[in-house]
């Protein structure tokens, strides 16, 4: 299997990330600082009012492979802003001084890191991609998790040129592939007046054992007016390389009356251009996750 690495640099000045598999920062002593901070002459300077530092990230994307892997190397560079404040006196209306006060935002110094990822050996599935992001924020250094088909334990190495050390601990299911089942045929029988539906599974060896879902809903494709919903059903395989379905609209699940329904039985107000489905399916099992892949609609037939 071949491996896919690919990284995308990000330059962020706020984020957030649910999931977080590091929690140990850079060594605050050795991270790279370039002071740009000069006090101006004959200014007298109060307590600093805020202080604010940027964040920039560096995503690091990783597919199948029989080797352990090290990603390339990036710059991240964090900089950080402090608001000065000072105070002038302007007369006033009776002569009096009246003080006010001015702020402006500086930046104070800048923080350099250079950081990558190295995965030791683990093995994914032929369809899986997991994705890390390395963010350096003033003087923190950490690795987030976006997606991993593993639980990893971290290990840092190195200060200024960090390399974050994945270690694989157990696997962990991951959405299945969107592109593992396709659809070869959509069709309606006149005679039988009923329609035939069949998909293929990319994937069906690497899933042996276990089941699929696919669900269905039939809608009828309307000119110039909402396509209305003529109901649904859901079918449960086994897991082979193909799938066949057949039904009747007497065989589906009507959807629910509501204010739009008045409409689905005008059809002699609006052109019916045909018939279609919009499918997807879920897998049953322990490799994947159930998440329900939504696959879009199949082409049109006539009744």
Not at 210 to 227: G, M, R, S, T
């Amino acid at each position: 299997m071949k491996m896919l690495i690919s990284i995308v640099l990000l330059s962020l000045t706020s984020a957030s990330y649910a999931e977080v598999n590091f929690d140990q920062g850079v060594n605050t002593n050795k991270v790279v600082v370039d002071s740009t901070y000069a006090p101006l002459p004959g200014v007298k300077y109060g307590v600093p009012q805020s202080i604010r530092t940027t964040r920039d990230c560096a995503r690091f994307n990783f597919g199948p492979s029989d080797n352990e892997i090290m990603s390339d190397k990036v710059w991240l560079r964090s900089d950080e802003y402090r608001t000065e404040c000072y105070t002038t006196y302007v007369p006033g209306p009776n002569g009096q001084q009246i003080p006010q006060q001015h702020c402006y935002e500086r930046l104070y110094q800048t923080y350099r890191s250079q950081a990558q990822i190295n995965i030791k050996q683990r093995k994914l599935l032929p369809w899986e991609k997991e994705t890390f992001e390395v963010c350096l924020e003033g003087r923190w250094l950490d690795i987030y998790t976006i997606e991993a088909g593993y639980k990893y334990k971290t290990k840092q190495v190195g200060y200024n040129d960090v390399v974050f050390e994945l270690y694989p601990e157990y696997k962990v299911a991951m959405k299945p592939d969107l592109e593992g089942l396709n659809y070869s045929e959509f069709s309606y029988n006149k005679d039988t007046k009923k329609y035939t539906f069949k998909v293929s599974d990319k994937w069906a060896k690497e899933y042996a054992g276990e089941k699929v879902k696919i669900k269905i809903e039939l809608k009828k494709d309307k000119a110039n007016w909402f396509d209305s919903s003529l109901g649904t059903k859901e079918f449960t395989f086994d897991v082979s390389n193909n799938y066949s379905m057949e039904f009747s609209e007497d065989e589906l699940v009507k959807p629910e009356t509501n204010n739009n329904d008045s409409y689905r039985s005008s059809d002699k107000l609006f052109e019916t251009r045909g018939y279609y489905l919009e499918w997807g399916f879920s897998r049953i099992g322990k490799i994947s996750k159930d998440t329900y892949m939504d696959k879009g609609e199949t082409n049109r037939v006539q009744k």
